[in-house]
């Protein structure tokens, strides 16, 4: 397992989507490394080659996404300036480029997004920041509502109904 997580380390860099996606030739690299420490021999049969095949690739998978999340991780920490471990500048760069593609980017969100238990619109403001201005907006409708009523519907004066009732000769009664 150490073996093919340095081999992982040295021979292909971090800026690959998936282990699926790094190139055929670079693979084919790790597999000669590794059938020279250990006997491979091509005399077994196809199932043999078969399971050998898809448990290098398992390990490679997995120490190729740890490999790459500690490659994040650092540039986070230490910026672009500071390459991580032994890693040459071309590859730094490369690793830089694709941690910061649009590409990556999108799909980190989208499987953050995916972790959630619940959906949320409510973006970066807390709770009680969105709550504050919920309440604000209704308290702005309600006086709008409030004046809009008060304007549709006029006050009657009462002056004017005492002047009516007494043109009508009721007086005070």
């Known amino acids: 397992m150490r073996l093919v997580e340095n081999q992982v380390r040295f021979t292909v860099p971090p800026c690959y989507p998936s282990w699926t996606e790094v190139l055929e030739e670079q693979w084919t690299w790790l597999h000669r490394i590794i059938k ?3 006997d491979l021999q091509g ?3 196809l199932d043999d080659y078969q399971v050998v095949r898809a448990t290098i690739d398992r390990l490679a998978t997995a120490r190729y996404r740890d490999y790459k999340f500690r490659a994040h991780n650092h540039l986070k920490a230490y910026g672009p300036s500071r390459p991580y471990g032994n890693m040459s500048a071309e590859y730094w760069q490369k690793c830089i480029d694709f941690f910061t593609s649009h590409t990556f980017i999108s799909s980190k969100n989208k499987t953050n997004r995916d972790k959630a238990k619940c ?4 973006g970066s403001k807390s709770f009680f ?3 504050y201005d919920k309440l604000r907006r209704m308290q702005r409708e309600i006086e709008l509502l409030k004046n809009s009523i008060s ?4 006050v009657e004066d009462e002056n004017e109904n005492e002047n009516e009732d007494e043109e009508e000769g009721l007086g005070d009664l």
Do not use: E, G, K, N
């Open 151 to 154: 304007v549709a519907v006029p």
């Open 43 to 45: 005399d077994r049969s």
């Open 129 to 131: 920041a969105t709550r």
């Open 119 to 122: 959906p949320s619109v409510q």
């Open 36 to 38: 020279s420490y250990f």
